[in-house]
Nanobody, 125 residues
Framework: QLQLVESGGGLVQAGGSLRLSCAAS????????MGWFRQAPGKEREFVAA????????YYADSVKGRFTISRDNAKNTVYLQMNSLKPEDTAVYYC??????????????????WGQGTQVTVSS
């Protein structure tokens, strides 16, 4: 059983930065595709970024491309999301997710097998 715990959320001003961490336990993430999603009140869960287990190739939603960076440290069993130039529309609960299967549709929430409880990110104007 893979367990994921997000941390690093908080309140920041527009234009600021945050770094989210996703600490995994129970299993090694070295063979899992990993992703970040977010969900604002009244909206569907939205894909943010993903990273493959093999090549480390990264993928981003158009809304965050150029501002956010996903990375992984397999030795620490941790995935990160560096968020720069934050905007009020980035406000959401951010979730870390793991996929034990080879990616098929990496931007779909249903692709992933394991989820953390989320961490709140609030960006003020």
């Amino acid at each position: 059983q893979l367990q994921l715990v997000e941390s690093g959320g908080g309140l920041v001003q527009a234009g600021g930065s945050l770094r989210l961490s996703c600490a995994a336990s129970g299993r090694a993430i070295s063979t899992y595709g990993m992703g970040w999603f977010r969900q604002a009140p009244g909206k569907e869960r939205e894909f943010v970024a993903a990273i493959t287990w093999n090549s480390g190739r990264t993928y981003y939603a158009d809304s965050v491309k150029g501002r956010f960076t996903i990375s992984r440290d397999n030795a620490k069993n941790t995935v990160y999301l560096q968020m720069n130039s934050l905007k009020p529309e980035d406000t959401a609960v951010y979730y870390c997710a793991g996929d034990k299967k080879p990616f098929r549709v990496l931007g779909a929430a249903g692709e992933y097998d394991y989820w953390g409880q989320g961490t709140q990110v609030t960006v003020s104007s």
